[in-house]
């Protein structure tokens, strides 16, 4: 084999050698673990950065007063509270119809959850054909969502962000005073306003 000869060979060689490991690559067989954040790091106030992790949900396991459906015969307690919501310092909207014509209760206009609003106001109907105590975790178990002193929504609490909830007469704002640390289980009473806050921890 002359000089020429094998140069070529060892030139093809090396190019089916290259050609192969650029196709390897492109399979992602040369991916390992290294780019990878571990939990805990670079946490942010949005939601889930990576869209196939779902934070775990309260609403995942519903309270039982969750899945009642009231027929308005007979209501032993029909309340009225508001429920302000506050992203980093931004109002949230909450929907009006929530706990209306949803798979669990889908009969006519007064057969719905004993949570639900009319409007997009804030204003939650709390109605029970039997008296008794409801929590404000089970309008968010109704509403689908998360909500507990971890978070509310797919936001969590972490190094730079925190849950406040602050309980007081609508005449007054919200203090230190007021503030709450009962979050899903707190027993709503007729007349107050809720504030609920996710936002960067105060110093």
Not at 4 to 26: G, H, I, N, P, R
Not at 98 to 115: L, R
Not at 149 to 177: C, K, L, P, Q, W
Request: overall charge negative; proline content about 3%.
């Amino acid at each position: 084999m002359n000089r020429e000869t094998t140069f070529w060979s060892v030139f093809t060689a090396l190019a089916l050698a290259a050609l192969l490991a650029l196709y390897a690559q492109e399979q992602g067989f040369f991916e390992t673990d290294n780019d990878q954040t571990s939990p805990g790091e670079n946490e942010t106030s949005s939601p889930a950065q990576n869209a196939s992790v779902t934070p775990n949900s309260t609403a995942d396991s519903p309270d039982p007063l969750a899945l009642e459906c009231l027929d308005h015969s007979g209501l032993a307690r029909h309340d009225h509270v508001t429920l302000e919501i506050f992203i980093d310092g931004n109002p949230y909207t909450i929907e009006s119809s929530i706990g209306i014509q949803t798979d669990i209760c889908n009969g006519n206009e007064n057969y719905m959850h004993t949570i639900h609003t009319h409007d997009d106001t804030g204003r939650l109907h709390v109605e029970l054909n039997e008296a008794g105590d409801i929590s404000l975790g089970v309008f968010f178990d109704i509403w689908g969502h998360h909500f507990d002193s971890t978070g509310i929504f797919d936001y969590r609490t972490n190094d730079t962000h925190e849950m406040a909830m602050y309980v007081h007469a609508s005449n007054e704002n919200a203090t230190e005073e007021n503030r709450v640390d009962s979050f899903d289980d707190y027993l709503i009473q007729n007349g107050e306003v809720i504030e609920v806050h996710y936002r960067p921890k105060i110093a």
